[in-house]
């Protein structure tokens, strides 16, 4: 089945903390993104990777890092969490019609 | 700056009632509007891509317009599995990110 697997679903951490949520499509796509979802700013990209060692900057890149080393794998790390980076977060996969493939999401909540 | 905008923000209706909802845009050089749909906690499901003005796409009961400003969501005969909150996006020309920008979605509620 074509997916887009993120780990973990649920996440409660500190502030400070470093976290990666991991992320796997089986789809064979080149390009992968980030996106937090947020009560009455929808959903807004953060980072994107064209293909393998090919990362750029979405609108909120701020406090986060990603690295792509495998097509399949685009992991997002924050290595210094803070209070405004709870959110929901949605790794999406695209294919070359651009057409996204969301992930199921994780939910992020920094104390 | 890309902009999406949803109305409304949220629709009742009953099980047959059939209704539209609306996404109007403005962006520099569409290359594509997308419809997804939200269930509570979970990721956005892809539903269509419209190109251009007067394309249209069909799934079960949801069909999918597209004007140069705005574009439709008609839902014919919902029925209560129908309920969710509808996306839309919009994609435009800008070399290689395929960046979604997003509207702040409907919230279609569908009653028996």
């Known amino acids: 089945e074509a997916q887009v697997t993120q780990n973990p679903r649920y996440l409660i951490t500190v502030t400070g903390k470093k976290l990666t949520v991991t992320c796997s499509q089986n789809?064979?796509?080149?390009?992968m993104s980030w996106y937090r979802q947020d009560p009455g700013l929808g959903l807004r990209q953060i980072y994107y990777?064209?293909?393998?060692?090919?990362?750029d900057k979405g609108d909120v890149p701020e406090g986060y890092k990603v690295s792509r080393k495998e097509k399949r794998n685009f992991p997002l790390i924050l290595e210094s969490p803070s209070p405004n980076q709870t959110s929901l977060y949605f790794c999406?996969?695209?294919?070359?019609?651009?057409?996204?493939?969301f992930g199921q999401g994780t939910r992020l909540t920094v104390v | 700056e890309d902009q999406v905008t949803q109305s409304p923000e949220a629709l009742r209706l009953q099980e047959g009632e059939s209704s539209s909802l609306n996404c109007s845009y403005t962006?520099?050089?569409?290359?594509?509007l997308f419809w997804y749909r939200q269930d509570p906690g979970k990721g956005p499901e892809f539903l269509f891509t419209?190109?251009?003005a007067g394309e249209e796409k069909e799934k079960e009961r949801l069909k999918a317009t597209l004007t140069k400003k705005e574009s439709f969501l008609h839902i014919t005969a919902p029925k209560p599995e129908d309920s969710a909150t509808y996306l839309c996006?919009?994609?435009?020309?800008?070399?290689?990110?395929?960046?979604?920008?997003f509207g702040k979605g409907t919230l279609l509620t569908v009653n028996p």
């Open positions: 789809m064979n796509h080149e390009y």
């Open positions: 419209l190109y251009s």
């Open positions: 996006a919009v994609q435009a020309w800008r070399g290689s990110n395929y960046k979604l920008t």
């Open positions: 999406a996969s695209s294919n070359d019609r651009a057409e996204a493939f």
């Open positions: 962006v520099s050089g569409l290359r594509g």
């Open positions: 990777s064209m293909n393998v060692e090919v990362t």
